[in-house]
């Protein structure tokens, strides 16, 4: 199976920070590498697709990049409802593994 | 717009077995693959199964294989896991979501169902 891991596990910002997650895959994805945002309580929403690709009625200041087995995701201005859990996760091939997440919180 | 609502969810004792669905609105149901995700209480998302949109090829993470069976009725747009030998480790909000055709990604998530194993 291909494994996921994301830096940081958690990170505290403020309101209007730039932010960025990164993701690491055990083996190249092309650009198969998907982020979801998830607040507590909520369901798990697709933000981006195929690496960078936004999905319609995402905010613009969230975008995606990488391709291969190094992906990042970045919040340009950080705004109060971003504050939320956010997975990576490959389908270049099954199973469809998920990162363990990035929490980020307020300062 | 595309709806998935998921039933079935409850409390269940260790060993005992237990089926939950999803039943599917908004679009042509048997295009799509769907997956069950879940998640433990305070814990990150875990992918358990998949089937593609005929029902012909199913997937299972290790840790259901076995004990779990995915399948679909593509005649009532519901999708359905069953759970046998649960353990308490398999105590999670089960969430179907939809394969983009495109990529892959799970681009429709339903509510979520509670699975409890305790005795």
């Known amino acids: 199976d291909i494994q996921m891991t994301q830096s940081p596990s958690s990170l505290s910002a403020s309101v209007g920070d730039r932010v960025t997650i990164t993701c690491r895959a055990s083996?190249?994805?092309?650009?198969?590498l998907n982020w979801y945002q998830q607040k507590p309580g909520k369901v798990p929403k697709l933000l981006i697709s195929?690496?960078?690709s936004l999905q319609s009625g995402v905010p613009s200041r969230f975008s995606g990049s990488g391709s291969g087995t190094d992906f990042t995701l970045t919040i340009s201005s950080l705004q109060p409802e971003d504050f939320a859990t956010y997975y990576c996760?490959?389908?270049?091939?099954?199973?469809?593994?998920f990162g363990p997440g990035t929490k980020v919180d307020i300062k | 717009e595309v709806q998935l609502l998921e039933f079935g969810g409850g409390l269940v004792q260790p060993g005992k077995s237990l089926r939950v669905s999803c039943a599917a609105s908004g679009i042509t149901f048997s295009n799509y693959a769907i997956s069950w995700v879940r998640q433990a209480p305070g814990k990150g998302l875990e992918w358990v199964s998949g089937i593609t949109g005929s029902g012909g090829s199913t997937y299972y993470a290790d840790s259901v294989k076995g004990r779990f069976t995915i399948s679909r009725d593509n005649s009532k747009n519901t999708l359905f896991l069953q759970m046998n030998s649960l353990r308490g480790e398999d105590t999670a909000i089960y969430y179907c979501?939809?394969?983009?055709?495109?990529?892959?990604?799970?681009?429709?998530w339903g509510q979520g169902t509670m699975v409890t194993v305790s005795s």
């Open positions: 996760q490959q389908s270049y091939r099954n199973p469809p593994v």
């Open positions: 083996h190249s994805l092309s650009s198969y």
């Open positions: 979501a939809t394969e983009s055709l495109a990529n892959g990604a799970f681009d429709n």
């Open positions: 195929a690496a960078s």
